[in-house]
Every structure is written in C-alpha cells, then in structure tokens.
C-alpha cells in the first residue's frame, strides 16, 4: 500500500461542516490526476466523526474498529484523541503499539487467535481477550494466563444491511457455561459482546437485539457471575444513498435503548469502525470500457479499473450500495451493470439492481467513489491478474 501525504486546503464554504468535508475531498480529486486507483482520507473528518460519536456514545468508550482501515495517519489521529481498539490480529496490534496506543486500551477481539499471538498479546501488555468456544479458553489461559475475557454471544433477526451472524459468537447455553468454564481455567469472565450487523441504518433497529443480549446478561448475574463489561461491537452506519441518522443523536439513542435494558453498566464498549472513517474517503477510478453485450441489450456493461478484488469486495451480494460522482453527471442516465477490471466473472459489482450512469460515460473518464474510507484497502488483494493493490493518499 503505497501513501503520501498532501498539504491541501479549501476556501470554507458556508454550508455544514459535514458537507464542508466532503467537498473538500471532492475537490481535492477533481483537481488531482492518479494512474491507478486511489483512496484519498481526510483525517479530519476521521476526527471530526470521532468526535460526534463520543458525544452520544458518553460513558461508552470506543474502541476503534482497526480492520475497517489501518492507515497509519488514522491510527496516529485516534491514538491522539484517547481513543481504544479492536484488533483483529497480532499486526493490527503492533500497528497499534507502534503509533503509541497504550495497551491497556487494545482488546484482541477476534474469537479465532492462533496460540502465538495469544503470547505476543500477552506480553506486550494486552489483558482483554473475546472467545466464543471452549478451545479459545483453553488457549487464552495457557499463553494469557489470568486476563479478562469476555463471551461473543450470537444475534439472531438482525435488522442490518449486512448481518453477521453466523460465523462468530455463541448461543445463550453456551455462554453462561463458558462463564464458568473462564472462571474454573483461572481467567476472569467480565462480560458479553455482540455485533448488530455492519450499516444498521437507524437506532431503533437494535431494539430485537438488545432485548436479546439483556435477557442472557440478567441471567448470567442471577446465575452469580459479577459482569462489569457489555461490549457492544460496531454497526454503526455510513452514507450509501439510504437515509441514515446523523452520528450523535444516532449513538445517543441506542445508548438509551442500553440503558433501559442493563441498567448502569461499569465498562461499556463500542467498536466502531464504518460509521467512523467510511465518510472521510474517497477513491478516484477511471472507467475502462462502456459496451453492450448484443445491439438489443437493454442494459450497457460499465467497466472500471477497479473491482471486487481491488478495493470493492463489499458489493459482494451487493448489500453495500456505493455512490458515484462523474464529470458528467448533468447528463441524461441510464441503468448499467458496473464490473471491474479482472479476468474473473466473479468481478462484477452491480448487477442484480443495476446503477443509473450518465448515457454518455466513455473509456477515460474519471469515476469518483464517495463514502469508501472503511473496508476498501484492507480488501484490496496483493496483485491478483497483475493489477496493484489500491493506493491511499492523506490530505
């Protein structure tokens, strides 16, 4: 991942801030030129979101989400401002420690650790670890001895535009035994995590879960486990054409759905990663190709020099709904199939509900895609067909 740093300033429009910022990564990559794809942060806006969140997240202290992008200038910004983090995985740890963040602040969140990574957590500091499963607790106590761990409970009826589900996390039984299975190993069960769902438009959708997760906690302290940890993970939203509410008021709301169900919780977490850097980037494309697969096809194939695996793996079952800005956009549109550069036909971006794009779109033009600070880089494959792996720039 190549990265370079622009000093770069605009002339203060007299507009919201939150738009203020992104016409300045707009027009940063309209008057900027990239021969390849490239994501473009402003770290500013990194803070700015930080900032909103906090105010409505209050007595919850975030943890930020570090698969969702990296970058050291994001790391460095967030370590600055006091922030936690969730690391997936020994090099999101010393991505960490290496800017400065204290350890005390890092949680090894993944329920899935390999035994020497535990030991290196371990030693560097890091004393809160995730499991869902007997084995993980067999291995935390044998390279961790005496840490705090806390269960990954499974949601069920999540009302997200990404549900996660499935592959991590336990259900209730499970989790009041592995309770007591820390416990007897020597570690110190502190509490739950769960994950609403990555890009849960609205607070009132947490409700379901919530009352789901409060039911297992009350039973776990009647059961006479002394729980002072609710980790509520991430899914909070970005901008992807849906309506969304704005971050404090957002954050605000479900922490009162909390407080409604648990009470005065002593440590509450929140992990997020989209809703806090998804907005402050942005990626200047290049559109490839425009063609019609028969002189009767209703829809033209657009192809980009970017695709899923260069950066977009999140149009995967196309539940991520990205948007687009061309210099030609005052133009008439039309519905197209949106695809990537390589030579697998799994490369196709939207094709189920196809994108309306200017009719006139032809090989060469720019192609700017708003809102893709989260999950875009950190996807991006080392050299698959021969294409690099996107570029980051820091304004």
Known sequence: MNAFVADFAVA?????????????????????????????????????????????????????????NPADAILARLVQLGSGFDAASRAEIEMCLSHGADPSRISFGNTVKKASDIAFAYGAGITLFAADAEEELEKIAEHAPGVQVYIRLIVDASEADWPLSRKFGCARDKALALLGYARDLGLDPV????????????????????????????????????????????????????????????????MDLIRARFGAVPRLMAEPGRGLVAAAGMIAAEVLLVSRKSDSDMHRWVYLDIGKFSGLAETMDEAIRYQFITDRDMEETGPCILAGPSCDSADVLYEKRPVNLPLGLKSGDRFLIRNCGAYTSTYASIGFNGFPPLDVVVI
């Open 191 to 254: 509490g739950f995590s769960f994950h609403v769902g990555s890009q849960t438009r609205k607070a009132e959708m947490w409700t379901t879960t919530l009352d789901q997760i409060a039911g297992i906690w009350h039973m776990a302290r009647a059961q006479g486990f002394d729980l002072s940890l609710l980790n509520i993970g991430g899914g909070f939203p970005a901008f992807y054409g849906e309506e969304i509410e704005a971050a404090t008021p957002y954050a605000a709301r479900v």
């Open 12 to 68: 203060k429009p007299v507009t919201a801030p939150s738009v203020h910022r992104q016409l300045r990564l707009e027009t940063f990559l309209r008057t900027a030129r990239f021969d390849r794809p490239t994501l473009v942060l402003d770290i500013d806006q990194v803070e700015a979101q930080y900032h909103a969140l906090a105010a409505g997240l209050g007595n919850a202290h975030i943890h930020y989400a570090v698969k969702a």
